[in-house]
């Protein structure tokens, strides 16, 4: 039992993470397939701050896992390990995805410039959750041992992450027009 608990924040970081960094991926799926007013933009930027609250938190778990918190910045020093990998691309993604909520949040995003910097964000995510699952590749377990783990990863990242970006059009009043939209076919591509 000790022994579980221990791993719960890092089954927590690699649950939450991936799944907050899907959601970017399912806006900008909606930003690419439905037409919102300014209005509607402005609802959903206020809530684009569920998934990265969820990537946030997903991230203190995994500060909890450390044996010794002060040893964090050791992890950047590992570079090309899969465990430090995952988390300097999971940090690169973050900021992006920080810098993405402040932007939009402050009013400067229009048009293409939305579409450009969401795909961005996007790519990041789906990166992030490859690299996430990269780290559980281990050939001292067999059954982690194999190509299929990030593939899973980033799936449930896609679809865990089609849910949350639903949640946060539903509280932005605006699931109706996406769902009329071409989101819908989009939602059925991530799923």
Known sequence: MAFSVAEL???LFTTLAPLG???FIALACAFFTTKFSAEQLKKIDRMSIIP?????VGFIC????LANPFNAPAVFMGAGSPMSNEIIV???FTIVAIVYVIVANAG???GGARKGFAAVVAVLAAVFAV???LAYVMSTIASWNTPLVPVQTLGFALAGGAAVG???LALSGVWSDARKGSFKMAAIVLA
């Open 21 to 23: 960094a899907g959601a």
């Open 108 to 110: 400067k995003l229009a």
């Open 9 to 11: 924040p890092l089954a």
């Open 90 to 92: 999971g940090c690169v």
């Open 131 to 133: 690299f996430t699952g």
């Open 52 to 56: 990265l609250a969820i990537v946030i």
């Open 166 to 168: 639903v949640l946060v």
């Open 62 to 65: 995994a500060f909890f896992h």
